[in-house]
DNA sequence: CTGAATCCCTGCCGATACTG
DNA sequence: CAGTATCGGCAGGGATTCAG
């Protein structure tokens, strides 16, 4: 159990926690952390893809299809170096590659839950 | 109880909803409403100062010495037109303003909270 | 097949200055 | 006190092209 509720009493709905009280935008705050790995267009589709299963590059293309080429490198990268996605190159040929996520990617199950849920609550 | 789990049986982490298809970008996906009202530097911040009482302008500014007129009066514009937050003219002399979370933008709580959670879990 | 490099264009953000 | 107007810089995103 890594994460949820670390109790806070007095404010509802924040953690206790001084990085709670930062002043201005800090990469470091845990929020900005998440929503710097979900930042960008289509980086929520890419995710959403591979929840459902791991998937090679021309699998992403093909089930996003107006996505280019650059923006999908982009998005892999940038999953990879947050440490969402894992890439395995096939041996063999012609060269594949897997894309999968991490266990601390599958933990964004939740969170794409949680964001679902207000949006789909809403006004 | 607006929202919160509609069963997604065979979707780990998903929800059951066509809306969870969509092959590219779509502003009515939930999960972007949501991230369109978190868009945004400083956006979260504010959120977060409101999520501990209602404040005015000058409260914000204070709060957020950093944060420029011009980029707080987009991010509260932003916010009400989100339906986040409520403004309320106070009568009298000098003009104030008070801001105040919907109910709807109170919700925002446990969202915010499963980002800390997954950006203070990870990595 | 799996990407990375380039070009261009748009939109966001901040600083400054000004109004009711 | 509570904002709005304008300007400039910079980063994000798409189309195309090139490489391993």
Redesign the pocket.
Known sequence: MTHQTVGHPARPGLPDDPLADVTEPDPSCPVEITLAALR???TTLVIRELLRGDR???DLRRALPAL????L?ER??QLAQAGVVE?RRLPGW????CYTLTAHGRGLAPVLQALWDWGAAGE
């Open positions: 960008g267009r289509w090679g590059y021309t280019s080429d650059k923006v490198s892999l990268a890439r012609p060269p594949r590659t």
